[in-house]
């Protein structure tokens, strides 16, 4: 079990995969997923480039659709069609790893627009609700400046702000910190664990391994589209079973 | 050369000059309005997912921009009459500009729209925005910026264009210039007049539209 995680995961599922496979063309980029994140459980998705785990990440939210299988979100059946798409993109926020803020808008802004055009919410319920969480990632002093006056990662905790502005239950990091200078990552890393402190449910790609040891319920491997390995950290780290995962962790391991 | 000058006849037709120089603004301005208009519609229907929208577009954007501009407002003006659609000249040559722009401005729009990066349009999708908003809130403003300037010389030309208008004699600066001309036969004093006023409506306009863009485009970028 990770050291920090407060709240415990529970029965209840909030994220299923079910038999999910994807192709593009004759290539197939996902084999078979299937994971079950409980409500308020951390999961870190790592392997090398070129695994699907952005891939599977993106077809949570439904930015790329999927061929076979069947997800459900938070009770929601993920289907193709825009009602349910809808539905679930209004509880799942995601965090990319190019921060995709929007550069003519201001952060609060940036913060302001999915709540008040998705959500409907008054101009002012907006701006408190954008000012409250701006504030909970320690930005709220630059609230006014656009995007290209902030430093990558001042941006990148607008994004997760810009997420959390619709209150989502769950959390998907793509990549967050692969496009930080290095002393950056920290900044975002730290914005990640408060998050996961307080019990949101989260799956992260990342490279951090330090941020999974510390922070994921469970870590999850992936090469070659496919889910080969999947162990609390502890022993995902300790003990890998599977030759890849080994060699993978060799390399990512011997970089820091 | 024994020619003499003589610009009493300009003179004595300033007030007509000066009220026809407002009446090339008022076709500019409503032209490109309306181009502004048919060209957003139209690269919204132009990235549709509906293929005979997409037709329907690429084929009215051939039509105009491979005829001459002085057909087209003939055909507005003579030929749709004949169909049960009669307008005056100057609605006649406002429909045409804003007709022409709109072909000129649709194509330039979607390059705009191309340069927007895929990211901008998935965080959007994310955030659980639809499609249109996505456009409307996140693309568009960014879209129009980066082709700003191709934008505004193709309204200054849109600008220039209304002289055709006087073909069918709207009310605007070269078709008052031609009466003056042929009452008083100064030919090089009208049109050495009217080439000074064209210039001084152009810059007018590019001020207009640098003004424009200092206002509504101020955010900075990388």
């Known amino acids: 079990m990770s050291d920090i995680s407060t709240t415990r995961p529970q029965a209840e599922a909030m994220i299923s995969m079910a038999g999910v496979a994807k192709w593009y063309g004759a290539f197939q980029a996902l084999h078979n997923i299937n994971i079950t994140v409980g409500k308020g459980e951390k999961i870190v998705l790592c392997g090398p480039s070129g695994s699907g785990k952005s891939t599977l990440i993106r077809c949570i939210n439904h930015l790329e659709t999927y061929q076979k299988g069947e997800i459900f979100v938070g009770g929601t059946r993920l289907g193709h069609e825009a009602k349910s798409i809808d539905a679930v993109r209004r509880e799942v926020g995601m965090v990319f790893q190019q921060f995709n803020l929007f550069p003519h808008l201001t952060v609060l802004e940036n913060c302001m627009l999915a709540p008040m055009r998705a959500l409907k919410l008054s101009k002012a319920e907006a701006e408190g609700r954008a000012r409250q969480l701006l504030e909970r990632v320690k930005i709220a002093e630059q609230a006014e400046k656009y995007p290209a006056q902030l430093s990558g990662g001042q941006q990148q905790r607008v994004a997760i702000a810009r997420a959390l502005c619709m209150r989502p239950q769950v959390m998907l990091f793509d990549e967050p910190t692969s496009a930080l200078d290095p002393e950056m990552v920290k900044e975002v890393l730290d914005t990640m664990i408060d998050l996961a402190r307080e019990g949101m449910t989260m799956i992260c790609v990342t490279h951090e391994m330090g941020f999974a040891r510390q922070v994921a319920d469970r870590v999850i491997f992936m090469a070659s589209g496919a889910i080969v390995e999947e162990a609390p950290p502890a022993e995902f780290f300790s003990d890998p079973k599977h030759e890849r995962t080994r060699k993978f962790l060799g390399e990512i391991l011997s970089r820091h | ?222």
């Open chain 2, 1 to 222: 050369m024994n020619y003499t000058l003589d610009f009493t006849p300009v003179i004595d037709g300033m007030p007509n000059l000066l009220a026809a120089c407002l009446g090339t603004f008022v076709l500019a301005i409503s032209g490109m309005m309306l181009a502004t208009i048919i060209g957003i519609g139209g690269v919204v229907l132009r990235t549709s997912k509906i293929a005979p929208l997409r037709w329907l577009v690429i084929g009215f954007v051939e039509i105009i921009r491979n005829t001459p501009f002085l057909v087209q407002i003939f055909f507005i003006y003579f030929a749709l009459p004949l169909a049960g659609l009669r307008l005056d000249p100057t609605p006649t040559a406002i429909i045409a500009l804003g007709i022409n722009g709109g072909a000129y401005a649709i194509e330039i729009l979607r390059g705009g729209v191309q340069s927007i990066s895929r990211g901008q349009v998935e965080a959007g999708l994310a955030l659980g925005l639809h499609k249109a908003q996505v456009f409307r809130f996140i693309v568009l403003k960014p879209a129009l910026r980066a082709v700003f300037p191709s934008l505004t010389s193709q309204f200054v030309l849109l600008t220039l264009t209304t002289s055709i208008a006087s073909a069918i004699s709207a009310y605007e600066l070269t078709s008052v210039s031609q009466r003056i001309e042929s009452d008083s036969f100064r030919s090089f004093e009208v049109y050495f007049t009217v080439t000074a006023f064209y210039l001084v409506i152009s810059w007018l306009m590019m001020r207009l539209f640098a003004f424009f863009s200092a206002r509504y485009f101020a955010y900075p970028v990388k």
